[in-house]
């Protein structure tokens, strides 16, 4: 069963004592070239400004890569930690993070699926994914929606920080003013890349920071 509740404000990375952090990854994207942070770079160029990557989704190269737009990927091995950005939506379809090991492990999807969207409504729902075992096209993992998750015309045209803090099969996760609180054997599993891309419109993302415990 997957239990959902609401919980207290999501602390930032640096509100942890040092006693629970392993290793931190700080990205202040001042620079295309990072160990630590991979580009696709056939499915859309990044810019870096400012602190800032920005990206816009070319519509051409979305239908060639088989509807996927331009994707960050920060590889990195863990179980248990905490992940952080700011990130702003202008005219967006859908924002999808995702965590990643032996195939999909938890995603958030934030969709416009009204028909005011440019690109025309998001047939992907805004919703949490969580897969217990290898994804798969028959294992399509558990969907979750809990109370309150803001879909993607909420926040578009606005900074907002996403925050995912996991430990063992618990989670507390907060993007805005929105928190909740998830238990699920998903998000237990090895994981070893982080992911973040969009359809149409663009995506700036900043301040990317991980704490692996």
Known sequence: MVALSAILVTPSLGDHGDAAKKEVFTDNFSSSHLDGRDENYARGQWTYRDNVA???CDPELYAKHK????MLSW????KEGQIEFEMKATDCQRVVFTL???????????ADETDACQAGASRVPTRLIAWETKSSKQNKGDTIKPKGLPDLPAIQ??????NLDIEGEHAKLSIGDFQTSLDH???ARDKSAITLTFAH?????????????
């Open 185 to 187: 054997p998903a998000l």
């Open 67 to 70: 509807n996927h737009g331009p």
């Open 75 to 78: 590889p990195v091995t863990f």
């Open 100 to 110: 990643n090991g032996d195939g999909h492990v938890f995603r958030v999807t934030l």
């Open 201 to 213: 419109g663009s995506l700036a993302v900043r301040n990317y920071r991980m704490a692996v415990r």
């Open 157 to 162: 045209d606005q900074w907002v920080r996403l």
């Open 54 to 56: 920005t990206a816009v």
